[in-house]
């Protein structure tokens, strides 16, 4: 027999205990500005997602060892939730009351894999999925802070800043996303959502530095190494 491994899991702020994570859900084109350079229509798409493995999480100080397989590895800052209990159908006016806590992330994407995916119709998973894609900020319980739905939205790429934006500008809120998310899945505690990128998004190289932050919660970094 294999000996058990790890759960992967995630500080929580004023807490000695961790945040277990079960699944990342992701949000694609969340974010009018982002949409449009990413060459889509952002008033006639409804939400979709895609899924990273729990265990892709990096959390804040780590390191990313750049991807295998490709050539243009890009950053996508994101608001992620973190679900406290699940559920299916969930509606919206009742989905914050499934909400932990929030965090910085961000959505890590082999640009180049995934520009092939859409042209031949593939699926995502070698694009978003892949190992350490999920670098994930502590958790910051709603106890604490509440629902953010507004405020700045970055990241800093060697202390260059590569994207900025608004919360108030998801173009899905985050009760919608649970809505949608909980009629595809049951969601369960220690679910992750990553909720979409702003505008801005690029490349990124071994030995670069990136720093996320968003609307007050603990900020992220995490520093890109050579190719394990
Ligand atoms: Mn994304």
């Known amino acids: 027999m294999i000996a058990p491994w790890a759960l992967p899991s995630l500080p929580v702020v004023g807490d000695r ?12 084109r969340n974010y009018a500005a982002h949409t449009r350079e990413m060459g889509g229509d952002p008033t006639r ?6 899924m990273k493995p729990g265990e892709a999480i990096v959390a804040d100080g780590g390191e990313v060892p750049f991807p295998l397989a490709t050539k243009d590895l890009h950053h996508e800052v994101e608001l992620v939730v973190a679900l ?4 299916s159908n969930i509606p919206p006016a009742a989905a914050e009351s499934h909400i932990f806590g929030y ?5 890590l994407t082999r640009r180049d894999i995934q520009a092939i995916a859409k042209q031949r119709a593939w699926p995502w998973d070698a694009a978003k999925g ?14 604490e802070i509440g629902h953010p739905k507004r405020g ?23 009760p919608e996303i649970i809505g949608h998310l909980s009629r595809l899945f ?5 679910d992750l959502v990553f909720t979409g990128t702003p505008a801005g998004v690029g490349p990124v190289v071994a030995g670069n530095r990136l720093t996320a932050e968003a609307a007050g919660l603990p900020p992220l ?3 890109v190494s050579a190719t394990a």
């Open 17 to 28: 205990r961790r945040f277990p994570v079960r699944r990342i859900f992701c949000v694609g």
């Open 45 to 50: 798409e409804p939400p979709f997602f895609f």
């Open 84 to 87: 406290r209990t699940g559920g």
């Open 103 to 107: 965090a910085v992330g961000i959505d």
């Open 130 to 143: 892949f190992d350490h894609s999920a670098p994930c900020g502590a958790v910051q319980p709603v106890a």
């Open 152 to 174: 700045t939205i970055t990241l800093d790429v060697d202390g260059a800043r590569r994207q900025e934006g608004d919360l108030a500008q998801m173009i899905w809120s985050v």
């Open 186 to 190: 049951t969601l369960q505690p220690g």
């Open 221 to 223: 970094t995490v520093t």
